[in-house]
């Protein structure tokens, strides 16, 4: 990262909600077991997963900056939304309670379940402790929009609101993941490596577009970050991801002319499945391989899509042999117990 990125990152407010830089370990047992070893190939993870407040995962680099201008801006409530089982929402609650901030969350039905696992387990029994207060709103409902009515009531009524959007994904809070890129780099330049790919799932964008930013000003890294799309389709996270980066370097004051849409944003749509918060077969199987060679866990509904996607892709001889590989663990842990039936069997389509 040259040094005019990394003062214009600085400039903006943050606050601390997880230790930084977040360790990389190299996955030996999961090389020999994939055949990534026969290729040539090392697997490393960066535990993105470990973070200090509320269980951790990707959506805490994103509010250290979300919540670095709610301080400045004496905001007194935050409010969010997301899946009923989001991460986002989970962490939004657990960082909120660690800051002496109000939390609301605003939780869309977007995944055909109705069991009390899903609605009451899991993330949501983690935002009740964290003392978030919640609304379920029904299939259909526009949470942007519900959340925003709930905004303008607050303020009527002389309060600070702030509305965060899903996944904190604004270009602010992307902001936490060119941080990461530029983690990434320190590494490297520590450790003699140099990662031919540095591999993200994409939901609401943040991750890999705040990536693509930290990197796009390192010469010679262009495609580096290779993303597997779970929310939405292929084109529309594609397109999505590309507006994001541009704001994301325009808030950064970079030039967004190093930039090369179609080199720099890769998206593969190929494993998401039926639909966002649907299992599939190559995802259980990918999480499980994970927990029983190495004993690290992934989320049924983002990293363990993505590494399904790394691992077929490795199958099928689309990663370059004898490179170095980085998987970025996101978090998403507590959504496991939220999906406990489809671990039980091997009868889950
Ligand atoms: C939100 C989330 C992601 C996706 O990150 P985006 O920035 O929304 O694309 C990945 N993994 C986990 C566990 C998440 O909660």
Same mark, same amino acid.
């Given at each position: 990262?040259?040094?005019?990125?990394?003062?214009?990152?600085?400039?903006?407010?943050?606050?601390?909600?997880?230790?930084?830089?977040?360790?990389?370990?190299?996955?030996?047992?999961?090389?020999?077991?994939?055949?990534?070893?026969?290729? /040539?190939?090392?697997?490393?993870?960066?535990?993105?997963?470990?973070?200090?407040?509320?269980?951790?995962?990707?959506?805490?680099?994103?509010?250290?900056?979300?919540?670095?201008?709610?301080?400045?801006?004496?905001?007194?409530?935050?409010?969010?939304?997301?899946g009923i089982q989001?991460?986002?929402?989970?962490?939004?609650?657990?960082?909120?309670?660690?800051?002496?901030?109000?939390?609301?969350?605003?939780?869309?039905d977007m995944v055909p379940r109705?069991?009390?696992?899903y609605?009451?387990? /899991?993330?949501?029994?983690?935002?009740?402790?964290?003392?978030?207060?919640?609304?379920?709103?029904?299939?259909?409902?526009?949470?942007?929009?519900?959340?925003?009515?709930?905004?303008?009531?607050?303020?009527?009524?002389?309060?600070?609101?702030?509305?965060?959007?899903?996944?904190?994904?604004?270009?602010?809070?992307?902001?936490?993941?060119?941080?990461?890129?530029?983690?990434?780099?320190?590494?490297?330049?520590?450790?003699?490596?140099?990662?031919?790919?540095?591999?993200?799932?994409?939901?609401?964008? /943040?991750?890999?577009?705040?990536?693509?930013?930290?990197?796009?000003?390192?010469?010679?890294?262009?495609?580096?970050?290779?993303?597997?799309?779970?929310?939405?389709?292929?084109?529309?996270?594609?397109?999505?991801?590309?507006?994001?980066?541009?704001?994301?370097?325009?808030?950064?004051?970079?030039?967004?002319?190093?930039?090369?849409?179609?080199?720099?944003?890769?998206?593969?749509?190929?494993?998401?499945?039926?639909a966002y918060g649907l299992?599939?077969?190559?995802?259980?199987?990918?999480?499980?391989?994970?927990?029983?060679?190495?004993?690290?866990?992934?989320?049924?509904v983002?990293? /363990?899509?993505?590494?399904?996607?790394?691992?077929?892709?490795?199958?099928?001889?689309?990663?370059?042999?004898?490179?170095?590989?980085?998987?970025?663990?996101?978090?998403?842990?507590?959504?496991?117990?939220?999906?406990?039936?489809?671990?039980?069997?091997?009868?889950?389509?």
């Amino acid at each position: 990262m040259t040094s005019v990125l990394k003062s214009a990152f600085e400039r903006h407010a943050r606050v601390a909600l997880m230790q930084q830089p977040t360790p990389i370990a190299r996955l030996t047992r999961l090389e020999s077991l994939s055949g990534a070893q026969t290729r /040539g190939i090392r697997l490393f993870v960066k535990r993105d997963d470990l973070g200090e407040v509320g269980g951790g995962g990707n959506k805490l680099r994103k509010l250290e900056f979300l919540l670095g201008y709610a301080l400045a801006e004496r905001v007194d409530t935050v409010i969010t939304l997301g899946g009923i089982q989001s991460n986002h929402a989970r962490l939004t609650a657990a960082a909120c309670a660690n800051l002496g901030l109000t939390c609301e969350l605003v939780l869309a039905d977007m995944v055909p379940r109705h069991d009390a696992e899903y609605r009451e387990g /899991g993330n949501v029994m983690l935002d009740r402790l964290f003392g978030a207060k919640l609304t379920f709103l029904s299939p259909g409902s526009d949470a942007r929009s519900v959340a925003a009515a709930r905004a303008e009531a607050l303020r009527a009524r002389g309060h600070r609101p702030m509305v965060i959007p899903a996944g904190g994904s604004s270009a602010l809070g992307a902001l936490g993941y060119v941080k990461c890129a530029q983690e990434i780099l320190d590494y490297e330049a520590a450790h003699g490596v140099v990662f031919r790919h540095v591999v993200v799932p994409n939901g609401s964008h /943040g991750t890999q577009a705040g990536l693509v930013a930290g990197f796009a000003r390192a010469a010679g890294r262009g495609g580096i970050v290779r993303a597997y799309s779970v929310l939405s389709d292929r084109e529309t996270t594609y397109v999505n991801t590309v507006n994001l980066v541009r704001e994301t370097l325009a808030l950064l004051d970079a030039d967004a002319s190093d930039l090369k849409e179609d080199v720099d944003i890769v998206v593969q749509g190929d494993y998401r499945g039926q639909a966002y918060g649907l299992p599939t077969p190559a995802m259980v199987d990918a999480v499980r391989l994970l927990a029983r060679s190495e004993g690290i866990l992934l989320d049924p509904v983002y990293s /363990g899509k993505a590494f399904s996607g790394l691992l077929g892709d490795l199958a099928n001889d689309r990663l370059p042999p004898n490179s170095d590989i980085l998987f970025v663990a996101t978090g998403g842990t507590p959504s496991l117990f939220a999906y406990r039936d489809t671990f039980d069997g091997c009868d889950q389509a």
